[in-house]
C-alpha cells in the first residue's frame, strides 16, 4: 500500500505564519533535491515527529503562482546556462491562498550565497510589471545594471507547497510539486510532476534528521532553477548545455516512478 502525504500531512504538528517567520537562520547552507511523489511521502513518514508543518487558514498547503521576467535577449538566462557565478532573477510572485503580491529580486554572488530582496505590490503589477512607479523604483534600484523598460515576460510558474521546520528552529524544507510552466514567448506548456522540488535551508553548525532521511532514501542534491528549467524544457532553441545531464536525470526519475507504480499494481 502506497503512503498518502496527506495522511501523514494531517498527523503532524502545525506551527503558525508569525511562527514560522520567527525562525531566524543565520550562517544558512541551502540545498536542493528532486524527488518523485512516492519517495517524498517515504521521506514524511521517517520524519514527521521531528517537524513542524506550517499552516495558514487551516491550509498546509500552499499555492504559488510565478511570473519571471528577462531581457529580450534572455540575459538572465544565458548568464546561469554559462555557469557565471554571479547572477539575478527577477519576477512577481502571488501568494494564491492569502491573495498577496510581491515583486522579487534575488542575487548570487560569487561565493555561491543568494540574498533574495522583496516589496509588496498589488495584483497589477503581477499582470504588468511597469504599471506601477512604486515597482520600478525597487528594480532599478536592485537591478542598476539593467534597463527595466527592457525587460519582457518570459515564463511562468505554478505549484504547490508544503513548509516543513525542525522542532528546533534550525532548519525549513520547503517542498514543491504540481510544477508547471508556461511559455510567454512560444505559449509552450509543461511541467515536471511527478517529481517534487525540495529546498533544505539549515544553519550550517545543525545536524539535520531530514538530510539524513534523504541519505537513508538515496536521494542526491540536485542543484535546480524553476526558471532556467522551465524555460530549457518549454523552448528547445534555447542555449541549454548546462541543463542536458539534469534533463536526463529528471526524465530517469519519472521512468523509475512508473516503475514502482507498475509493480506495485502487479503485486496488487
Known sequence: M???INDILNNMTPISLDEMSAVKLMNRIDTKYVADDLTVAKLFSLVKDDYYVQEIDGKRIARYDNIYYDTVDNHMYIIHQDKKLKR???RVRNYVDTDTYFCEVKHKNNRGRTKKKRIEVGQSVFEDLKSDGKTREF?????PNYDFDGFVKKL???FERITIVNKGKTERITVDFNVRFHNFENGNDTGIAPLVIMELKRDGRCKSRFQKAL???RVK??????YCFGRALTDKTLK???FKKKIIKLEKLKKLREYAVTSNNAEL
Open 139 to 143: 528594480v532599478e534600484n536592485q537591478l
Open 221 to 226: 542534491p540536485l542543484s535546480i532553477s524553476k
Open 156 to 158: 511562468s510558474t505554478s
Open 215 to 217: 541519505f537513508e532514501l
Open 2 to 4: 502506497m503512503l498518502d
Open 240 to 242: 541549454q548545455n548546462r
Open 88 to 90: 539575478d532573477k527577477l
